[in-house]
């Protein structure tokens, strides 16, 4: 018996049909599917223990206060860093815009902050604005024809440049590259720039250990690691976190406040405003929960198995185009076939009950880059079969009769 295997059971959505047809849910960096323990913890808030957090003497909130800060005490312990540098945000999206925020306020005309061609728009956007708003000078690590980070040119860049942001992803949501952000820091930290890698798509299938990396900043999303959506996280270094200026206002990150000043409390609580999203964060609890008790060797062995079952499949169909780093992959597949939209064929795929994702998956530059519209893209995890991978290939093939006609 495969240990891993069994624990599709666990997922109760990965047992419905769509239209009649099984579901082969192939969209796992789009969300990740949630374990009942998730489902149950959150329901068990609302049934049992609803109550504010940090605000209250009663029993319900004290109990509900302990509960969500033993829960930064797991992540911090997972990601091997301290519980005070971790900051609750409402995903990775928030995450960046809390530290580009903040840094665009130190840089100046000149200063050069340099990002990868591989990034997600939540990994761009937010640096546009930081050099727009400070006259900083946005430069970008190139790609090779397919979609590779060229990381030779990328250390050559940081080392000439001397940027004073270095930006990049750990794993790329469009292609699956695991890009060698070791190499990166390293050369980053000799120019004296401040880090930030975005671990959204990293974190379910690396484990990243935030003291080995020894980044300044990394940022993730529970609903990308088996949790609730609208939760995620900041990791900061804490000097250079609590350094960072204010974000948001509003009750919690105070210190004191009178109608002619205030005055704020340290990170991480600068940086959470109002009432957080406590069911959110408990839910994310029990994903980590149920991680740590996956022996991570054999997570990693039984989903690589799966992208190498995935990638010959795809790879035996004439016509079939595949983009991206093969060889270091979290588990993700972009591909086209031959002219065709890569709408059409998702429409098709869908339905034969297989969901995937079509598109430009949030990464326009990257495509462009490529020289393509859009693609279709696979996206592995440990709770997905090689009975799925069956059934998507059929069905890939299916839709490829009809419209060859």
Same mark, same amino acid.
């Given at each position: 018996?495969?240990?891993?295997?069994?624990?599709?059971?666990?997922?109760?959505?990965?047992?419905?049909?769509?239209?009649?047809?099984?579901?082969?849910?192939?969209?796992?960096?789009? /969300?990740?599917?949630?374990?009942?323990? &998730? $489902?149950?913890?959150?329901?068990?808030?609302?049934?049992?223990?609803?109550?504010?957090?940090? !605000?209250?003497?009663?029993?319900?909130?004290?109990?509900?206060?302990?509960?969500?800060?033993?829960? !930064?005490?797991?992540?911090?312990?997972?990601?091997?860093?301290?519980?005070?540098?971790?900051?609750?945000?409402?995903?990775?999206?928030?995450?960046?815009? %809390?530290?580009?925020?903040? $840094?665009?306020?130190?840089?100046?005309?000149?200063? %050069?902050?340099?990002?990868?061609?591989?990034?997600?728009?939540?990994?761009?956007?937010?640096?546009?604005?930081?050099?727009?708003?400070?006259?900083?000078?946005?430069? &970008?690590?190139?790609?090779?024809?397919?979609?590779?980070?060229?990381?030779?040119?990328?250390?050559?860049?940081?080392?000439?440049?001397?940027?004073?942001?270095?930006?990049? /992803?750990?794993?790329?949501?469009?292609?699956?590259?695991?890009?060698?952000?070791?190499?990166?820091?390293?050369?980053?930290?000799?120019?004296?720039?401040?880090?930030?890698?975005?671990?959204?798509?990293?974190?379910?299938?690396?484990?990243?250990?935030?003291?080995?990396?020894?980044?300044?900043?990394?940022? +993730? =999303?529970?609903?990308?690691?088996?949790?609730?959506?609208?939760?995620?996280?900041?990791?900061?270094?804490?000097?250079?976190?609590?350094?960072?200026?204010?974000?948001?206002?509003?009750?919690?990150?105070?210190?004191?406040?009178?109608?002619?000043?205030?005055?704020?409390?340290?990170?991480?609580?600068?940086?959470?405003?109002?009432?957080?999203?406590?069911? +959110?964060?408990?839910?994310?609890?029990?994903?980590?929960?149920?991680?740590?008790?996956?022996?991570?060797? !054999?997570?990693?062995?039984?989903?690589?198995?799966?992208?190498?079952?995935?990638?010959?499949?795809?790879?035996?169909?004439?016509?079939?185009? $595949?983009?991206?780093?093969?060889?270091?992959? %979290?588990?993700?597949?972009?591909?086209?076939?031959?002219?065709?939209?890569?709408?059409?064929?998702?429409?098709?795929?869908?339905?034969?009950? &297989?969901?995937?994702? =079509? +598109?430009?998956?949030?990464?326009?530059?990257?495509? =462009?880059?490529?020289?393509?519209?859009?693609?279709?893209?696979?996206?592995?995890?440990?709770?997905?079969?090689?009975?799925?991978?069956?059934?998507? %290939?059929?069905?890939?093939?299916?839709? $490829?009769?009809?419209?060859?006609?």
């Amino acid at each position: 018996m495969n240990i891993i295997a069994e624990l599709r059971h666990d997922f109760p959505l990965l047992t419905r049909t769509v239209d009649g047809q099984p579901l082969i849910y192939l969209d796992s960096g789009a /969300t990740s599917q949630k374990p009942q323990c &998730v $489902i149950d913890e959150i329901n068990d808030f609302y049934r049992k223990n609803n109550a504010n957090v940090h !605000r209250g003497l009663h029993s319900l909130s004290e109990i509900t206060t302990s509960k969500y800060e033993q829960v !930064r005490v797991k992540l911090a312990k997972y990601l091997a860093v301290s519980a005070q540098e971790i900051v609750w945000t409402s995903g990775a999206t928030e995450s960046i815009n %809390i530290v580009a925020a903040g $840094i665009a306020k130190s840089l100046s005309q000149g200063d %050069i902050i340099l990002i990868s061609a591989l990034e997600h728009h939540a990994n761009i956007v937010p640096w546009q604005q930081a050099a727009k708003l400070s006259g900083a000078s946005l430069q &970008v690590m190139p790609v090779d024809q397919q979609g590779v980070l060229d990381l030779a040119s990328a250390l050559d860049m940081i080392a000439q440049l001397q940027p004073k942001v270095v930006a990049c /992803t750990h794993a790329s949501n469009t292609l699956g590259n695991i890009n060698d952000v070791e190499a990166i820091i390293k050369a980053a930290k000799k120019a004296d720039a401040v880090t930030v890698i975005d671990g959204a798509q990293a974190f379910l299938h690396l484990r990243p250990n935030l003291s080995h990396l020894d980044c300044d900043f990394y940022v +993730g =999303s529970a609903h990308k690691a088996l949790g609730p959506t609208g939760v995620g996280f900041l990791f900061g270094k804490y000097n250079k976190l609590n350094a960072l200026p204010i974000f948001k206002t509003g009750g919690e990150m105070i210190e004191t406040v009178t109608f002619s000043t205030t005055t704020y409390r340290n990170a991480p609580a600068k940086f959470e405003p109002g009432t957080p999203n406590i069911s +959110g964060v408990l839910g994310f609890g029990a994903a980590l929960d149920y991680l740590d008790n996956i022996d991570y060797d !054999r997570l990693q062995t039984y989903e690589q198995a799966l992208f190498r079952y995935c990638l010959d499949a795809l790879q035996n169909i004439e016509g079939i185009t $595949i983009y991206g780093d093969t060889e270091n992959n %979290i588990g993700t597949i972009s591909f086209n076939y031959r002219a065709e939209h890569h709408y059409d064929i998702a429409t098709l795929l869908n339905s034969y009950g &297989v969901a995937l994702r =079509s +598109g430009h998956h949030c990464t326009q530059p990257l495509i =462009s880059e490529l020289g393509i519209a859009g693609t279709l893209r696979v996206s592995l995890a440990f709770y997905n079969s090689h009975a799925d991978v069956d059934a998507f %290939i059929s069905a890939l093939k299916s839709s $490829i009769e009809l419209i060859e006609g």
